[in-house]
């Protein structure tokens, strides 16, 4: 079992910035890769970004390319997404996942097998 705590959601401003962070806790030496999700109401839970454990690889969603910067640290198993020039599109639950294996589709919330609970990012005009 992999557990996963998101932390450092709150309300900001458009043009600002938040930095979020996954503590991921357990049989993390397991998993392939980690991945950030967004969701808002009435929507299905869209992919934001992912990185790769071992290679340090990152992808993101056209979205957020150029704005948001994905990163690890392997020693204390904690996975950042540092989110600049923040808009109020960009408002959501945003969740943090792991994958255990490495030839899932990584843009896709249903290959994900392990969730953090969510932290709000609240962006106002």
């Known amino acids: 079992q992999v557990q996963l705590v998101e932390s450092g959601g709150g309300l900001v401003q458009a043009g600002g910035s938040l930095r979020l962070s996954c503590a991921a806790s357990g049989r993390t030496f397991s998993t392939n890769h980690m991945g950030w999700f967004r969701q808002t109401p009435g929507k299905e839970r869209e992919f934001v970004a992912a990185i790769r454990w071992k290679s340090g690889s990152t992808y993101y969603a056209d979205s957020v390319k150029g704005r948001f910067t994905i990163s690890s640290d392997n020693a204390k198993n904690t996975v950042y997404l540092q989110m600049n020039s923040l808009k109020p599109e960009d408002t959501a639950v945003y969740y943090c996942?792991?994958?255990?294996?490495?030839?899932?589709?990584?843009?896709?919330?249903?290959?994900?097998?392990?969730w953090g609970k969510g932290t709000l990012v609240t962006v106002s005009s």
């Open positions: 996942a792991a994958a255990l294996f490495a030839g899932v589709r990584i843009t896709n919330s249903r290959d994900m097998d392990y």
